[in-house]
RNA sequence: GGGGGAGUGGCGGAAUGGUAGACGCGCAUGCCUUAGGAGCAUGUGGCUGCGGCCGUGCGGGUUCGAAUCCCGCCUCCCCCA
C-alpha cells in the first residue's frame, strides 16, 4: 500500500479527452504491474483473509468468451473483497495435463509440452487483455515436474496409509482415447470427453479408496455451496440401505448354496415370486437346466452386446428366459423360479435381484410379460384385496407376510430385518453407488504414477529422493494406440528400489483430476521444494473461502477435492476438513449452436477486446442476465454498454468548478442517489448479482446528468459523487475507474480503496409518493411529506379524485396503509 | 423414471406479498452533423369510448392486494439413471 501511493498521478493527460480505451487499457495496466498492487502479503494479518479462486483453464490454445464470463465474475469478486477491506489471495494457473496435448502431439509432431507451454504463453497475453487482479506470481502449472513431483509424493503417502491400492478388474475403456476411465467420467455410457462408447476391459488399475469417506463426505454442514450441487453429490455418493438376502439353491449340489440378493425393499420379501439373475452372473451357466440351455446361451450373447444404458433403459420391454432352476425364500420356505433378465446389471449390488411384480415397476412390467405370480405384501390405503393396476411403491400395512402382517412396513422393514439377521439368512448393509476412483491412466501426458515393478519383490513404491519420476522429452508420439512410456527403453527398465535387480517402471500415468484435487493448497506455497505446501501458511490460509466455477464440475472435481482434502487431513497435512467453503456455480454461456468450451465454438474475444475495451466486454458478459443463469451469447446490445461507459467517461471529466450550487432539493436528491446506489451496490455485489449492480450504476450516472442539467449542487457535493461512482464501478471496469480516479487527482490506486459505506437515513427524500388503491387496483398516486402522521395520510388518500371517483356511492369497509408504499380502501 | 431450475414486452432481463416490465438492447419521432451503423432529447406491453379494461405458460384457490404463497396441469433447460 505504501509503496502503491508513493506513485504520483498521471498528469500527462487532461480532463476532456475522448473515452479512448486502446490507448488507456494497457497504460492502466502497466500502473498496476509497476506497482505490483495484486501481490499477495501473507504478512499481513491488520485485515481478515479472503483467499478467492476461480476454477484454473485447460490451456487448450485461445481464451474464449466463455473463460471470460467466467473469470469476469471470479474478478470483480476478488476486486469487491479486497475493497471491503480483506487480505485478498486471488490467485491463477493452468490445469496442463491432458489429452489435446497429447493428441496434439500424434497429429502435428509437436512435443505436448511445447503444445502446452506456447499455449500457456498465448493465454497469459490473453488474460493480460483482462486485466484481472491475479496474483501471477504464484502461478502454478500442473506440468511441471515442480508440481507433479507432490503427486507423486501424494501418491506415495497414500499408499501407506491405505488409501491407494492396485486391483484387478473389469474397468471403463475408451477405445478412441485408448485409456481407463473412472467412473465419473462415463456419461451416459460414453466417454465424456470424446463421446464415444465405453467398453469393459479387464485390467489392473490403481485406485484411490474414495468411497472410506463416502459417509463422512454426505455431511456437507462445513460448506455453503448451491444447492444443486449438493444435491448431485449426495446422488454421486448414493447411499442406500437395504438387506442382503440370501436363497438358497442346495437342491443343486453346486458348490455355492444360495444367491445373494441386495435390496432395499426387504418390507416386501413376503412378495417374492422369482429370482433374477444377470446375464453375467457366475451361477448362470450351473443353474441353466439342459432343456433351457440354448435359449438361455442365446439370451446371454445378446445381452452382452448391448449397452448398459439400453439395458436399464425405462421404456425398453424388460425380456427374461428361464434357467429352469428354483431357490427358496428362506422366510416362507417358497420355492421361486430363477430367471435372467438383462435388466439386472452385473456390476450393480450382487448382480441378482429378488422380484417382487406387485412392489416394483419393473418387476410388475417383467411378471405381466411373462405370467408370473403378482402377491400384495404391503397393502395401500383402504385396499380391498383386489389385483393391483400398476406396483404399489409407496409405505402401506404388511398383508400375506406371515407374523409381521398388520405392521406398518416401514417398522416391517426393521423387524424382518431383525429376524433375517437372527436367523442368519443374510444382514443389514449399505451401499453407495461411489465407487472407489480409478486414477490409472495409459497416457503420456500426466503424473507418472511412482511404481516399478519387480518380479521378486512385486510393485514398489519409488523412494521420495527420487521423486519426481519425471517424463521423458524424447517419447514418440505415434497413433498405435500404445502408450509411448511402453515404448521408451530408458523410462521402462528401472532397478527395483529393494533388491537392484531389474525391474520395470509403472508406464500408466495418473488422472489429471489428481492435478486439481489439491492445487489450491499450492498457490500457497508454489515454490516450496521441501513440502507440497507449508502446514503453517495452510492452516491460516486455506481452505478457500471463496471458490467459482462451472457446473460440470458439480460432482467430479469437486468430489475428488473433498475427498483429497479428508485424505490430507488424516495424514496430517492440514487440520480442516472441507477444501472450498463457500462456492457459487456460475451458468453457461451458450451459441445457437450450443455450450462454448474448448471443444467447440471457439468464439475469440480478442477482437471484441480491440473493438469495445476489455472493460466494455467484462461489464457486457456481467449485464446480460444473473451470473449463475448464463445465458446465449450475442453481440447485440454490446453497444449499450459502451455508450454507458462513455458516459461514465464524460461524468468522470468535468469541471466541478463550472457548478454554482446552493439547490437544497437538488442536493438532497443527489445525496439520496448516492446512499441508495452504495446500498444497492454493495448488496447486490455480495450476492454476485453482477447485472443488477450494473443497472443502479446505470442509473446514478443518469441521475448525475441530471443533476448537472440542473446546476443546483455543489462543486465538493459533485466531486465526492464522482467518487462514488468511480469507486463502485472499480470491480467491473478496473481501468476506466483507475484512469478517470487518477485524472481527477486521487491517489493511486482506486483498487486500494475501501468502499462507501450509505446511511438508511439518507434513503428516502423529504416527500414520498404514496399509491392510493380501491379494492387493490391503482386509482391514484398522493405526494406526502415524509413525516407525515397516518390521519393526514389517510385524509389525503380518501380525497384524492382517483380515490373520489371509484368509492362514491359505495360503502368504505377497510382501509390498509402499508407505511410508506400504498394506501388501500375496501369498499362493497 | 428420479432430482434440480426456469417460463414476465419485439429481445436480454428487473421486481420473492404492496404502482409488473427497473436497467439495457431494439424500434419510433425530433435535434445536431458534410456524412454516420456516431452523439443528444423524447417516447415505447396490448386495447381504449381517455372513464378505464386486459396483461407475468394454462386452470383453480388463499388474500384488502399474487409474477411472488397453495393445489392441479403444460412446455423448455440442466444433472443423474
Known sequence: MALASDIPPDTSHHLGDRYDHGEIEPRIRELWDGADIYRWNPDDTTRPKWFVQSMFPYPSGDLHIGHWFAFSGGDAAARFKRMEGYNVLHPQGFDAFGLPAENAAIRGNVHPSVWTYDNIANMRNQFDLMGNSYDWSRQIITCDPEYYKWNQHFFLKFLENGLAYRSDGAVNWCPEDQTTLANEQVKDGKCERCETTVIKRNMPQWYFAITKYADEMLDMSGIDWPEKVLVSQENWIGRSEGVDIRFDISEYDLETTSIPTFTTRIDTIFGVTFVVLAPEHPLVDELTQPEYQATVEKYVAAAARETEIERTSAVREKTGVPTGSFCLNPLNGERVPILVGDYVLATYGTGAVMGVPAHDERDFEFAKKYNLPIRVVVAPKGWDGHDLDAAYIAPGVQVNSGEFDGLPSEQGKESISDAIEANGWGERVVTYHLRDWLISRQRYWGTPIPIIYCDDCGAVPVPYEDLPVELPSDAKFQPSGRSPLIEHEEFLNAPCPNCDRSGKRETDTMDTFMDSSWYHMRYLSPEDATHPFDRKVANGWAPVDQ?????????????????????????????????????????????????????????????????????????????????????????????????????????????????????????????????????????DMRAYKYNTSIAALMTYVNQMNDAWENGGVTPELWRSSVQRLLLHLAPLAPHIAEELWLRNGWAFSIHEQTLPEWDEAKLTVDTIKIVVQVNGRVRDTITVPTDAGDKEIAAAALSSPGAVRHTQDKQIHREIYVPGRLFNIVVG
Open 547 to 683: 471458490y467459482t466455477g462451472g457446473m460440470e464440475h458439480a460432482v467430479m472435481h469437486l468430489l475428488y477435492a473433498r475427498f483429497f482434502n479428508r485424505a490430507m487431513r488424516d495424514m496430517g497435512y492440514v487440520d480442516f476438513s472441507e477444501p472450498y467453503v463457500h462456492l457459487f456455480s456460475h451458468g453457461t454461456l451458450t451459441t445457437e449452436t450450443g455450450k462454448i468450451s474448448k471443444r467447440s465454438n471457439p468464439l475469440a474475444p480478442d477482437p471484441l477486446v480491440r473493438e469495445y475495451g476489455a472493460d466494455t466486454l467484462r461489464c457486457y458478459l456481467m449485464f446480460l442476465g444473473p451470473w449463475d443463469r448464463g445465458g446465449a451469447w450475442t453481440e447485440s446490445g454490446i453497444n449499450g454498454i459502451r455508450r454507458w461507459l462513455h458516459r461514465v467517461w464524460d461524468i468522470g471529466t468535468r469541471d466541478a468548478s463550472e457548478l454554482n450550487g446552493g439547490d437544497q432539493a437538488d442536493e438532497r436528491e443527489l445525496d439520496v442517489a448516492s446512499h441508495t446506489l452504495t446500498k444497492r451496490v454493495i448488496e
